[in-house]
């Protein structure tokens, strides 16, 4: 697949935007505020911003998985050399790698298996669950952060998270969709493993069965 001239001035645009969104606008945010909502700010402004326009602007998924993987290498190389971005990366919590890896890896694993979802009804398949990962779970620790005032998976959380991922489901996918945004939210909840990992990924291996056999 070739990419195009548009795709990569597109590419180096977004790529541009995560940086200040990254570098200088996160750190506005978190003197107002603290490392926990500043990134779940960046989950949002940088992640979701670029999920929800990528499928518009970009001929194939290619220009942003590369993006994704080069992000990744950024993070990690700041924390090997423990020059950590501390204004939200913390050196207990590596979610940002995490997140950065799967936004990349839910769009490999959906083009290797239907090479033409670009351009099929397909297409919101993997970019719903990134919506879930950049918005949903980005709602969810801010109400969480001001309503506990700690990290703390609590109730009222989950509501955030239920109330935008279901609705935006079924807008796109109808009940399948609708289901997924449920796991998502359940998921999302569960210990031991990292949420930029399970949320992403276990309501992307749903949506695709469900998409591809039950409602397309």
Request: net charge positive; hydrophobic share 50%; aromatic share 18%.
């Amino acid at each position: 697949m070739i990419i195009t001239y548009s795709d990569v001035v597109w590419g180096l645009i977004l790529v541009a935007w995560v940086a200040f969104v990254t570098l200088y606008l996160s750190k506005l945010i978190n003197k107002y505020t603290n490392t926990y909502v500043t990134r779940k700010a960046i989950h949002i402004l940088g992640g979701g911003v670029v999920a929800v326009v990528s499928q518009f602007l970009f001929s194939s998924p290619l220009v942003p998985i590369i993006a994704s993987y080069a992000i990744m290498i950024y993070l990690i190389v700041h924390r090997t050399r423990q020059k950590m971005l501390n204004w939200f990366q913390d050196e207990g919590d590596r979610g940002e790698v995490y997140f950065s890896f799967s936004f990349g890896t839910v769009l490999l694993i959906m083009w290797l298996i239907e090479p033409t979802f670009w351009s099929s009804p397909l297409k919101f398949v993997p970019f719903l669950p990134l919506y879930y990962m950049s918005f949903g779970d980005g709602i969810t620790g801010i109400i969480r952060n001001y309503v506990y005032r700690r990290r703390f998976k609590g109730f009222w959380g989950s509501v955030g998270m239920f109330l935008f991922c279901v609705p935006l489901g079924y807008l796109i996918y109808g009940i399948p969709g609708m289901i997924s945004g449920v796991i998502a939210t359940i998921v999302e909840t569960l210990p031991y493993i990292d949420d930029n990992i399970s949320v992403p990924f276990i309501s992307f291996i749903f949506l695709y069965i469900a998409v591809k056999f039950l409602y397309i």
